[in-house]
């Protein structure tokens, strides 16, 4: 009988790294945050530097790499890499933001000296560019009826194509449809402006009107709509559907009264960030529309105004008052779209399905 000899050698010792137990204190990265700051501001300062910009990119440089030095001194490399990456993600959030909120504060600051109720009921008829007074119905009207229109006009469009190519799109139409979104997805806007120009109004003979500015601006929609559809029907979970089939529902009824309803937060979100998206184009409007300092409630006929246009035809004067009347209209405009996205934001969160505890 063989007999199992077993080795009773101690296993040899498996050496470690040293790992440190030190840890910084809460406070350290803001005091290292602090301290950059200081640094950037005395190197722009010392280096004759005029540009805020640039000592805000010396701070940033000396935070993150700050950061790294103490903390691989204090704890380890591993925890300094993981805070130099922290530390990168925070100086990215910083320089995204405050260029956002410089912006808000000027066009607030600036905008808010001429908003007032006088300004929002009034039209620049009979007032000189270079005269103070006047104010932005006229445009701020010729910007609601042609968004109207272009919504009317690309949201049902941008819909349903979006439906055939997750319903039912397969095959060569389908990959050309995708192909062709994608290709309009990135159109600039004097492009659609210039593709209506040459057919509606010089092929057809049509004259300046808020409706073929409306027609533009829905060709710019209609990517972002069908984009923004296409995905949140994908979203919606194959049982229903095929529950909804298991039972002898038709497919355009499991897609009306399924699929639709548990979709349709976010395919208004998506509608209403691409009415956001084309309320501020001004090349389309400068060709189609023209613009006049009248009020014209009829967008079908005539030349209308828009807030794009009018704060680009109001800056371009050059004059105190029609640069205070620019940032007002300004102002305006991005209450405008913010309002929009609110709304968007609000319709997402009142139709999302409700988790039940």
């Not at 700051?37 to 540009?51: D, F, P, Y």
């Not at 620049?124 to 006047?134: E, I, S």
Request: aromatic fraction near 8%; charged fraction near 15%; hydrophobic fraction near 55%.
């Amino acid at each position: 009988m063989s007999q199992v000899i077993e080795d009773t050698r101690p296993a040899p010792a498996v050496r470690t790294a040293p790992l440190s137990h030190a840890r910084m204190p809460r406070w350290a990265p803001a005091a290292i945050a602090a301290g950059s700051i200081a640094a950037g501001c005395g190197i722009g300062l010392g280096a004759g530097w005029h540009s805020r910009v640039q000592w805000g990119l010396i701070a940033a440089l000396l935070f993150v790499a700050a950061t790294y030095v103490i903390t691989a001194k204090v704890e380890n490399v591993r925890q300094a890499k993981d805070r130099v990456a922290t530390s990168v993600v925070w100086v990215s959030f910083v320089v995204a933001v405050v260029p956002l909120f410089s912006l808000g504060w000027v066009t607030i600051s600036k905008g808010m000296e001429v908003v007032d109720g006088y300004f929002l009921s009034h039209s620049m008829n009979g007032v000189l560019d270079a005269q103070p007074g006047g104010g932005i119905y006229h445009a701020l009207l010729g910007t609601v009826e042609q968004v109207l229109i272009a919504t009317v006009i690309a949201a049902p469009i941008g819909m349903l194509t979006a439906i055939y190519l997750v319903e039912y799109g397969r095959g060569k139409l389908a990959k050309a449809v995708t192909f062709f979104v994608d290709v309009m997805t990135g159109i600039p806007s004097i492009v659609a402006g210039l593709f209506v120009l040459a057919t509606w109004n010089q092929m057809l003979g049509f004259g300046p009107s808020g409706f073929a500015g409306a027609i533009a601006l829905a060709i710019l929609m209609m990517p972002v709509v069908v984009r923004s559809t296409e995905e949140m029907l994908k979203l919606v979970p194959n049982e229903l559907r095929e529950a909804s089939l298991a039972l002898g529902v038709p497919k355009w009824r499991t897609i009306v009264k399924v699929v639709l309803p548990t979709a349709i937060g976010g395919i208004t979100t998506g509608v209403m960030l691409s009415v956001a998206r084309v309320t501020g184009e001004t090349a389309p409007v400068l060709l189609l529309v023209f613009g006049t300092k009248l009020i014209n409630p009829n967008p079908f006929e005539g030349a209308q105004s828009s807030l794009p246009l009018y704060v680009y035809d109001q800056y371009a004067v050059g004059t105190d008052a029609s640069i205070a009347r620019a940032w007002g209209a300004a102002l305006v405009l991005i209450a405008f779209v913010m309002l929009l996205n609110l709304v968007a934001r609000g319709i997402a969160r009142w139709k999302a399905p409700k988790t039940g505890r």
